[in-house]
């Protein structure tokens, strides 16, 4: 078993290119371009998805890899999660073999789950794969996906990047993504290829949409103390770009309740960061973090300006009355460089 830890970015086409270029600046261990296929499998009664697992085959030329990824856990948008692999003949999965690892332990028997595995949906991709050095010691996994996500008969675009750590700390993820910043166009990415996977063949779990009932128990949630609080925020600020994505995905923002309600609860969560300018500091001061005031300055000025560009949605969006325009704008908002950056600076202020 070998722990995965890893940072998904969904990105476009011209952000992809560029990154291929500033890529060959770096130290390159390995480089190479593969197409992966890969089929996810689960139970009739869908043992895997409920326990938040994901089996899956792939096919690499001529070589097949059964691979099983359990639950973890994501902190933003850092997924840190065991992972199995085994090799095989054939692309037939073949539970017995996670036998040779004795710590994974199933709630039911190998034996049992083989016998309902069905195939759920596939995922077919280019793999553009780079290992590198960045310094002192660390290496970085980097595998640049563009392909597709297939079931029943419908389809979805992958255009992704992930960055895996091999050698050093989690906060490298970080610090690496910080040199492609100057880039608009990039999202940090929530849901893994089987989660989008399980959502396209209708097994996924439904979506909750937030609501201002959310901020306000966030807003009556006591904090026992000022990264506590942070934490809170910064997870609540996942849940809207979450719902964002949904939204839009789902063409949901020709409802012009809903546009102005989602842009409304952005605008209350930047309005709250701007009206209290000393918490953030709070959080370097009380929690001792290595830290600079920099970085808190750099949060503080972001937090400012994107207020100020939302407000500035607002008061088209009540001029005109475009809903549909209004999503586009703010998802624009969210995929700039500034915004990653500054999203990349709240995870490392609540990095555990």
Same mark, same amino acid.
């Given at each position: 078993?070998?722990?995965?830890?890893?940072?998904?970015?969904?990105?476009?086409?011209?952000?992809?290119?560029?990154?291929?270029?500033?890529?060959?600046?770096?130290?390159?261990?390995?480089?190479?371009?593969?197409?992966?296929?890969?089929?996810?499998?689960?139970?009739?009664?869908?043992?895997?998805?409920?326990?938040?697992?994901?089996?899956?085959?792939?096919?690499?030329?001529?070589?097949?890899?059964?691979?099983?990824?359990?639950?973890?856990?994501?902190?933003?948008?850092?997924?840190?999660?065991?992972?199995?692999?085994?090799?095989?003949?054939?692309?037939?999965?073949?539970?017995?073999?996670?036998?040779?690892?004795?710590?994974?332990?199933?709630?039911?028997?190998?034996?049992?789950?083989?016998?309902?595995?069905?195939?759920?949906?596939?995922?077919?991709?280019?793999?553009?794969?780079?290992?590198?050095?960045?310094?002192?010691?660390?290496?970085?996994?980097?595998?640049?996906?563009?392909?597709?996500?297939?079931?029943?008969?419908?389809?979805?675009?992958?255009?992704?990047?992930?960055?895996?750590?091999?050698?050093?700390?989690?906060?490298?993820?970080?610090?690496?993504?910080?040199?492609?910043?100057?880039?608009?166009?990039?999202?940090?990415?929530?849901?893994?290829?089987?989660?989008?996977?399980? =959502?396209?063949?209708?097994?996924?779990?439904?979506?909750?949409?937030?609501?201002?009932?959310?901020?306000?128990?966030?807003?009556?949630?006591?904090?026992?103390?000022?990264?506590?609080?942070?934490?809170?925020?910064?997870?609540?600020?996942?849940?809207?770009?979450?719902?964002?994505?949904?939204?839009?995905?789902?063409?949901?923002?020709?409802?012009?309740?809903?546009?102005?309600?989602?842009?409304?609860?952005?605008?209350?969560?930047?309005?709250?960061?701007?009206?209290?300018?000393?918490?953030?500091?709070?959080?370097?001061?009380?929690? =001792?973090?290595?830290?600079?005031?920099?970085?808190?300055?750099?949060?503080?000025?972001?937090?400012?300006?994107?207020?100020?560009?939302?407000?500035?949605?607002?008061?088209?969006?009540?001029?005109?009355?475009?809903?549909?325009?209004?999503?586009?704008?703010?998802?624009?908002?969210?995929?700039?460089?500034?915004?990653? =950056?500054?999203?990349?600076?709240?995870?490392?202020?609540?990095?555990?």
């Amino acid at each position: 078993m070998s722990p995965e830890i890893e940072l998904k970015l969904l990105a476009n086409q011209d952000v992809i290119n560029s990154i291929k270029q500033e890529l060959s600046h770096f130290k390159l261990l390995k480089q190479q371009q593969v197409f992966s296929q890969n089929i996810y499998f689960d139970t009739q009664d869908h043992f895997f998805s409920q326990q938040k697992m994901g089996l899956r085959v792939r096919k690499e030329e001529q070589s097949y890899t059964m691979t099983l990824k359990t639950a973890g856990n994501v902190q933003g948008g850092l997924h840190i999660r065991p992972e199995y692999n085994v090799d095989l003949l054939e692309p037939t999965p073949d539970l017995m073999l996670f036998n040779q690892y004795p710590e994974l332990q199933l709630a039911r028997e190998y034996a049992e789950l083989q016998s309902s595995l069905v195939p759920i949906f596939s995922t077919d991709f280019q793999r553009d794969y780079y290992v590198l050095e960045t310094g002192s010691g660390t290496q970085l996994e980097i595998a640049i996906d563009q392909g597709k996500i297939q079931a029943n008969q419908q389809q979805a675009p992958i255009s992704e990047i992930e960055i895996e750590l091999k050698m050093g700390a989690v906060i490298d993820v970080l610090n690496f993504v910080q040199n492609f910043l100057f880039l608009d166009g990039m999202r940090i990415g929530q849901e893994s290829k089987a989660e989008r996977g399980y =959502q396209l063949a209708g097994l996924g779990k439904s979506f909750k949409p937030v609501s201002i009932e959310d901020w306000r128990n966030l807003l009556h949630q006591p904090f026992d103390s000022a990264v506590q609080k942070v934490s809170a925020l910064l997870d609540y600020e996942w849940q809207l770009l979450k719902y964002l994505e949904k939204v839009n995905a789902q063409a949901c923002a020709l409802d012009g309740f809903a546009t102005t309600e989602l842009i409304g609860l952005f605008f209350n969560l930047y309005q709250y960061y701007s009206s209290d300018e000393l918490f953030l500091h709070s959080v370097v001061e009380q929690e =001792q973090l290595s830290h600079t005031n920099e970085l808190i300055d750099e949060l503080k000025d972001a937090n400012e300006l994107f207020y100020q560009q939302i407000k500035q949605i607002i008061a088209r969006h009540v001029e005109q009355q475009d809903h549909t325009k209004a999503i586009q704008q703010l998802l624009e908002l969210t995929s700039r460089g500034k915004y990653l =950056q500054r999203m990349i600076n709240l995870l490392k202020i609540t990095l555990k």
